[in-house]
C-alpha cells in the first residue's frame, strides 16, 4: 500500500502534476506565517533586557540556519533514495536544494555576523558552529561544482549523492557543536527540556518564521523539482502532452 | 517611530540583514520559476520541431 | 587455471606493486614533500621572523603546509591506474574494492604522509618550536596525515578522469578536512606549548579510525561510479 505511493510520487509524470497542485499550498501559507512572524517579530515583541532591539535578527537569522541544514538533509535523503532505488526524481529533487539551501547558508552566515558585531564585538568566530555553518556552505559548493564538472547526467547524480552522504556528518556537528564545546554561540534555546527559556510573546514570531520559512524551502523545491524533471525527462511522450496542453 | 526605525541604534546591523533575506527569498521565487519557466519553452520548442521536422 | 587469490594476499600484492611502481619515479613523489617544506618556510620570510612571534605561527604554518601538500599527493593516488585501466580491473576483480583501495591509500600515505612526519622535526624546529615538543608535534602529523590521505582518497574517486580534477578536488575535499585541521593544529599548538595534547589527540585519532573504516567504502563506490 505504501510501495504504491512511493512509486507513484516516483514516477515523473505523477510528481510533475502533484508538485504543481501542493505548490500553493506550500507557498500561501508560507506566505502568510511569515507576514505574520515578521510582524510579531518587528513590532509586536518586547524589546530585550540585554541587546536592546538588535536581538531582532534572530527572527532572520535562525530560520535561514534551519533552513539551511533541512535543505541539506532533504538533499542528502533524496539522494540516499536516488542510489538505493535508482530513482530519476529523487535525484531532481536533491539537485534543486542545493541553491536554495547554499543561499541560506550565506544570509545565515551573513546575519549571523551582523549579529555578532554589536553584541560580542566581533563578526566572526572560529567556534564551532560558524566553522560548522561554513564547511556547510562548501559542502554546498562542492556538490554543485561536481555536478557542474561531470557531463553524463546519470555519472553527476550518483557521484555528488555520495559526496551528499559523506557530507551528512556535518550536520550532528552543527547542531551539537553548542553542547560539546564552549562557544560564542548561546546553548540551545528553544530545544531544552522543559519551557523554553524565552517569554512567549518573543517565541510565538520565531516558530512562526521557521514554520514560513519551511513552506517556504517546499514551495521552492517543487518548483525547481519540477523544472528538473522535465529537462531530464526531455523528449519523452507524457513531457509533449503535458507542455502541448496550455499552461 | 524614530525608535523603531532606528531600532535602538542597531539599525546598521538590524535592517541590512532583513533585507538580504528578504533578496534571498525573492531571487529563489524569481530563479525556481524562470528555471521552470524555460524548462517548460525548451520542451515545447523541441515538440513543435519534432512535429514540424523529420 | 590458478586458483583464486585471497583478498589479504591480493592487498598484500597490491602494496608491493603500488611500491615498486612509485619507485621508479621518485620524482614525482617526491613533489608533496617538497611543497611541505617550502610552504613551511615561506610563512616566516612572509612575516616577521622573530623566533616568538613565529611559534606562535608554527601550527598553522605546519597544518596549512600538510593540507596543501596532501591535496597535491593525491592527484597521484588514482591517476595512473585509472588511465591504465588497472583501477577497473581490480573493480571487475570480484575482491573487495574497499579492501584494495585502502591498500593503495596505506602506499599513499607512505610515501607522501611518512615524509612529512619525518621532516616535521626539521620543519617544527625552524619555526621556533623547543626541541621537547617535536615528538608530540610529529605524532600529531601521522594521525592527521593518515586521516587526510583517508578522507582525500574518497575525493579523488569522485574526481577521477575529470578535466580541472584538481581545482575541484580540493574543493570538494577540504570541508571534510576541516575537522582535522582544526583538531590538529590545536593539538600542534598545545606540543608546541608543552601542554599535554590528551584532548584533541584522542579526537584525532578517533577520527583517523573512523576514516579508515568508512571512506574505503565510500571510495570505492565513487570510484565504480567514475568508472562506468
Redesign the interface.
Given at each position: 500500500m505504501a510501495w504504491t505511493w512511493f512509486h507513484k510520487f516516483g514516477s515523473p509524470p505523477h510528481f510533475y502534476r502533484l508538485a504543481g497542485k501542493l505548490t500553493p499550498w506550500f507557498a500561501w501559507p508560507a506566505l502568510l506565517l511569515s507576514l505574520a512572524g515578521l510582524y510579531g517579530g518587528?513590532?509586536s515583541a518586547p524589546?530585550d533586557y540585554q541587546q536592546?532591539?538588535?536581538y531582532?535578527?534572530i527572527y532572520?537569522?535562525v530560520p535561514?540556519a534551519v533552513l539551511s541544514t533541512m535543505a541539506y538533509a532533504t538533499m542528502a535523503a533524496a539522494a540516499g533514495v536516488g542510489l538505493i532505488w535508482r530513482m530519476n526524481v529523487a535525484y531532481a529533487v536533491a539537485a534543486s536544494c542545493a541553491?536554495?539551501g547554499a543561499?541560506?547558508t550565506?544570509?545565515a552566515l551573513?546575519?549571523g555576523s551582523?549579529?555578532g558585531?554589536?553584541m560580542w564585538g566581533t563578526y566572526w568566530e572560529w567556534d564551532p558552529r560558524l566553522?560548522?555553518e561554513l564547511?556547510?556552505l562548501?559542502?554546498y559548493?562542492?556538490y554543485m561544482?561536481?555536478r557542474a564538472?561531470?557531463e553524463d547526467t546519470?555519472?553527476a547524480d550518483?557521484?555528488s549523492a555520495?559526496?551528499a552522504?559523506?557530507?551528512v556528518i556535518?550536520l550532528p556537528?552543527i547542531h551539537y557543536s553548542v553542547d560539546w564545546w564552549n562557544s560564542l554561540h548561546q546553548g540551545h534555546t528553544l530545544l531544552k527540556m522543559g519551557k523554553a527559556s524565552m517569554p512567549a510573546s518573543m517565541l510565538v514570531p520565531l516558530l512562526l518564521m521557521m514554520a514560513g520559512f519551511t513552506l517556504?524551502f517546499a514551495a521552492?523545491l517543487l518548483?525547481?523539482a519540477?523544472?528538473?524533471v522535465?529537462?531530464r525527462e526531455?523528449?519523452t511522450r507524457w513531457?509533449?502532452e503535458?507542455?502541448?496542453e496550455a499552461? | 517611530m524614530m525608535h523603531w526605525l532606528s531600532m535602538g541604534g542597531y539599525w546598521p546591523f538590524v535592517w541590512p540583514s532583513y533585507l538580504l533575506t528578504l533578496g534571498v527569498v525573492v531571487l529563489n521565487i524569481f530563479l525556481a520559476r524562470r528555471s521552470l519557466r524555460e524548462a517548460r519553452s525548451d520542451a515545447r520548442r523541441r515538440l513543435q520541431m519534432q512535429r514540424s521536422g523529420s | 587455471m590458478s586458483k583464486p587469490v585471497s583478498a589479504l594476499k591480493a592487498g598484500v600484492l597490491l602494496v608491493r606493486r603500488d611500491l615498486r611502481l612509485a619507485l621508479r619515479r621518485p620524482g614525482e613523489w617526491l613533489q608533496p614533500l617538497v611543497f611541505f617544506l617550502v610552504v613551511t618556510t615561506l610563512f616566516p620570510l612572509a612575516t616577521n621572523p622573530e623566533m616568538s612571534r613565529l611559534r606562535d605561527m608554527a601550527p598553522a604554518a605546519l597544518w596549512v603546509a600538510a593540507l596543501l601538500s596532501s591535496l597535491l599527493a593525491l592527484e597521484l593516488l588514482f591517476r595512473e591506474d585509472g588511465q591504465d585501466g588497472t583501477l577497473e580491473q581490480l573493480a571487475v576483480s570480484g575482491l573487495p574494492l574497499s579492501w584494495l583501495l585502502l591498500a593503495k591509500t596505506c602506499v599513499h600515505w607512505l610515501l607522501t604522509g611518512l615524509p612529512l612526519v619525518l621532516v616535521a622535526p626539521l620543519a617544527a624546529t625552524a619555526l621556533g618550536a623547543p626541541y621537547a615538543s617535536i615528538p608530540g608535534v610529529s605524532a600529531v602529523l601521522l594521525l592527521g596525515g593518515v586521516a587526510l590521505s583517508l578522507i582525500g582518497a574518497v575525493g579523488a574517486g569522485l574526481t577521477l578522469g575529470l578535466r580541472r580534477g584538481g581545482v575541484l578536488l580540493a574543493l570538494l575535499v577540504l570541508p571534510l578536512a576541516v575537522p582535522v585541521l582544526i583538531f590538529g593544529a590545536r593539538a600542534t599548538a598545545l606540543a608546541i606549548a608543552l601542554e599535554p595534547t590528551t584532548g584533541p589527540v584522542y579526537l584525532l585519532a578517533a577520527i583517523a579510525v573512523l576514516s579508515a573504516t568508512l571512506a574505503p567504502l565510500a571510495a570505492a563506490a565513487a570510484v565504480r561510479i567514475s568508472l562506468e
Open positions: 518587528l513590532v524589546m536592546g532591539e538588535g531582532r535578527i532572520v537569522h535561514a541553491a536554495i543561499s541560506f550565506v544570509v551573513v546575519t551582523l549579529w558585531r554589536p566553522t560548522s564547511v556547510l562548501f559542502l559548493l562542492g561544482g561536481l564538472a561531470i546519470a555519472r550518483r557521484a555520495v559526496l552522504l559523506v557530507g556535518n556537528i517556504f521552492i518548483v525547481r519540477r523544472g528538473e522535465l529537462r526531455r523528449g513531457v509533449g503535458v507542455v502541448g499552461t | - | -
